[in-house]
């Protein structure tokens, strides 16, 4: 099984900062790490206009993308359930990734580092540190019963991930 792990926090924290930093710091070390990202927002990666869109927006319930330097597959769900981040993981091909990130998932019961930033309008009290937390990474010393990385020390992080994951 593929090694997965939540990167979460509340919005503006720098969730997606840190990973822009992680992965380049995870692939100098030769892993492979795949990125699944959550978003709330009803977001489209096609062009209105663009062939594939157009197809897509015609009824296809798959729809996929291919040229030579990178495949995308879309898929319509209009009436499913919420998010399956399992399913979504099991999408991905195994045989190209060491690691799975995922950006947010925060109630999903995957292994996950929270994020905590001083300046983020929260208050340490507010985190919830159930058994899949396995750090909490954060910009100031907080005394918790979990370890606490430093959020702008990339290569600790990196360090720590790499011990977590056994890759």
Same mark, same amino acid.
């Given at each position: 099984m593929i090694p997965v792990l939540a990167i979460s926090a509340w919005s503006g924290t720098g969730k997606t900062t840190l990973l822009k930093k992680l992965i380049p710091a995870l692939c100098a070390r030769g892993i492979r790490p795949g990125l699944i990202k959550h978003t709330h927002h009803n977001m489209d990666v096609d062009k209105?206009?663009?062939?594939?869109? =157009?197809?897509?927006?015609?009824?296809?319930?798959?729809?996929?993308?291919?040229?030579?330097?990178?495949?995308? +597959?879309?898929? =319509?769900?209009? &009436? /499913?359930?919420? +998010?399956? *981040?399992?399913?979504? &993981?099991?999408?991905?091909?195994?045989?190209? #990734?060491? #690691?799975? #990130?995922? =950006?947010?998932?925060?109630?999903?019961?995957?292994?996950?580092? *929270? #994020?905590?930033?001083?300046?983020?309008?929260?208050? &340490?009290? /507010? *985190?919830?540190?159930d058994e899949h937390v396995i750090a909490v990474a954060s910009d100031v010393v907080l005394g918790l019963e979990v370890p606490v990385l430093d959020l702008n020390d990339v290569e600790g992080i990196v360090e720590f991930i790499v011990r977590w994951s056994a890759v």
């Open positions: 209105p206009g663009k062939d594939s869109y =157009e197809l897509r927006k015609a009824g296809a319930a798959q729809t996929m993308v291919a040229s030579r330097q990178r495949w995308a +597959l879309m898929t =319509e769900t209009p &009436v /499913e359930a919420p +998010l399956d *981040l399992a399913y979504l &993981v099991s999408r991905m091909d195994h045989s190209t #990734l060491d #690691l799975v #990130l995922v =950006e947010g998932f925060k109630h999903e019961a995957v292994a996950k580092i *929270l #994020l905590f930033r001083s300046d983020a309008g929260h208050d &340490v009290q /507010e *985190l919830t540190l």
